[in-house]
């Protein structure tokens, strides 16, 4: 593939420009679906075998697939509903919408359709709640594993607050937990993430049973969410009161690691940012989600500086958009209110390799080294008139990539490539 190619190999915002690889005439050589070869195509071109093709994408930006580290895939149909923040949200519009998630057919439908807007956005991978139901996992992993996609996903686990159809006791929950981690963990490119709400909806005992699933097996992911709101935090205090703070209530159950995963954690004390670094523990920041739900301002910079590990998510349905483009873009918006900036580069290396170090990915993806998974997305920089015109006075890399974050969207993804196969492409280019 002859294209413009940029990756990141570091953190920009630890090692600055070290961090990442930009091959303005570059070129991508894909084996087995995997990535043999990077590099400027000056250099690399004459080295190919005449029996490799070379498609040409020039003009065009390619990059590692985006990773959205939460989103929730049952809450596509109700994306955008007015007027409720976190705790009215999910009983007036939330609960209502999962409990149909108990049918297999219509769960598989879904699942089919979020997919589509994951590659139609350029994400190629995603840690996605399903529902309480097993029926809302076979579905997903089934409709996955049919697009060779890399996926991570789980049953969620409740037990009180929430609708009888929606609950389930303890026991069961383990069980049905313990026969989906039997059929989908580890097949193919998928993985099972234990996946109790929060703490609101879960007793005591089903937070233990989430530590025991987790501590059977290490490579089980843990996703959750974490002080999203005020209201719930306050109500996350007066339904555990021998807890230190909310997140010591999942520290207590054995929730966290290296492989779990929190949305969110925008209302968090001293005590609780320490616990998340020494257990190298990850949060999920949703921009576009937090803006939506008016749940608050993640303080980004302050959490980086206390080695709190932080990706990207878009939290559909509470996020309003699929696109990790807008979703960087929202993240710079969040950091602009609280007078601070968050670097374009950095901001990709959130959707790309941070995305995968998150989820302890960055071996098979996140960065286009030789040997990883060939998922990449080509980004058409003149995707719209307006794009076009600012484009023609992009001054640098970062300065496109800004541009991309705060006007593009899904008509901004040309192709999607997953295993060196093409799965998505724009119908129309102008
Ligand atoms: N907290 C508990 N459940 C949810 C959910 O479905 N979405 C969001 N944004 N926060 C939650
Ligand atoms: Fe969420």
């Known amino acids: 593939y002859r294209a413009s190619i940029l990756y990141c190999l570091d953190e920009p915002a630890r090692v600055g420009a070290a961090a990442y690889r930009y091959h303005e005439e570059g070129l991508l050589w894909v084996e087995n679906g995997r990535v043999r070869q990077v590099g400027?195509?000056?250099?690399?071109a004459p080295t190919l075998p005449?029996?490799?093709?070379?498609?040409?994408?020039?003009?065009?930006?390619?990059?590692?697939?985006?990773i959205d580290t939460h989103v929730h895939y049952p809450q596509l149909p109700m994306i955008a509903s007015y007027g409720a923040q976190l705790l009215d949200w999910l009983e007036t519009y939330t609960f209502p919408t999962e409990l149909g998630f108990a049918e297999y057919d219509y769960a598989l439908q879904i699942a089919e359709a979020f997919l589509d807007e994951l590659l139609r956005n350029g994400t190629t991978s995603a840690l996605v709640f399903a529902t309480v139901h097993p029926a809302s996992v076979e579905a997903?992993?089934?409709?996955?594993?049919a697009r060779k996609l890399r996926m991570i996903a789980g049953k969620v686990l409740m037990d009180r607050h929430a609708p009888a159809g929606l609950c389930e006791?303890?026991?069961?929950?383990?069980h049905t937990s313990q026969d989906l981690i039997q059929r989908w963990h580890g097949q193919a490119r998928l993985a099972y993430a234990v996946t109790p709400r929060?703490?609101?909806?879960?007793?005591p005992e089903l937070l233990d049973v989430a530590g025991s699933l987790l501590q059977a097996d290490s490579s089980l992911y843990l996703h959750t969410h974490l002080a999203e709101s005020t209201a719930e935090v306050r109500w996350v205090a007066e339904l555990f009161p021998g807890a230190q703070h909310y997140l010591d209530v999942y520290e207590r159950a054995g929730l966290l690691g290296a492989r779990s995963v929190l949305a969110h954690g925008i209302h968090l004390c001293e005590g609780a940012c320490q616990q998340l670094s020494r257990t190298s523990s990850v949060l999920a920041h949703c921009p576009s989600s937090n803006l939506f739900l008016g749940s608050g301002l993640f303080p980004m910079r302050r959490y980086q500086e206390q080695g709190i590990r932080?990706?990207?998510?878009?939290?559909?349905?509470?996020?309003?958009?699929?696109?990790?483009l807008k979703t960087q873009g929202d993240a710079y918006r969040v950091q602009q209110l609280q007078g601070e900036l968050l670097e374009p580069m950095q901001a990709f290396y959130l959707a790309t390799l941070g995305g995968a170090r998150a989820l302890a990915l960055e071996q098979q993806l996140g960065s286009l080294q030789p040997g990883q998974e060939a998922d990449f997305i080509l980004l058409d920089p003149q995707a719209t008139p307006l794009l076009a015109q600012r484009y023609a006075q992009s001054q640098s890399i970062a300065d496109t990539l800004f541009m991309l974050n705060l006007l593009g969207d899904d008509r901004v993804i040309a192709a999607t490539y997953i295993l060196g196969e093409l799965a998505w492409k724009r119908a129309v280019t102008c």
């Not at 005449?50 to 390619?62: N, P, Q, W």
């Open 140 to 145: 997903f992993f089934t409709a996955a594993q």
């Open 50 to 66: 005449t029996s490799v093709e070379i498609i040409d994408y020039s003009g065009y930006l390619l990059t590692p697939g985006f």
């Open 310 to 324: 932080i990706s990207l998510g878009t939290d559909v349905g509470a996020g309003t958009s699929f696109s990790m």
């Open 198 to 203: 929060f703490a609101p909806s879960c007793s």
């Open 169 to 174: 006791e303890p026991e069961t929950a383990y």
């Open 40 to 44: 400027d195509y000056a250099q690399l």
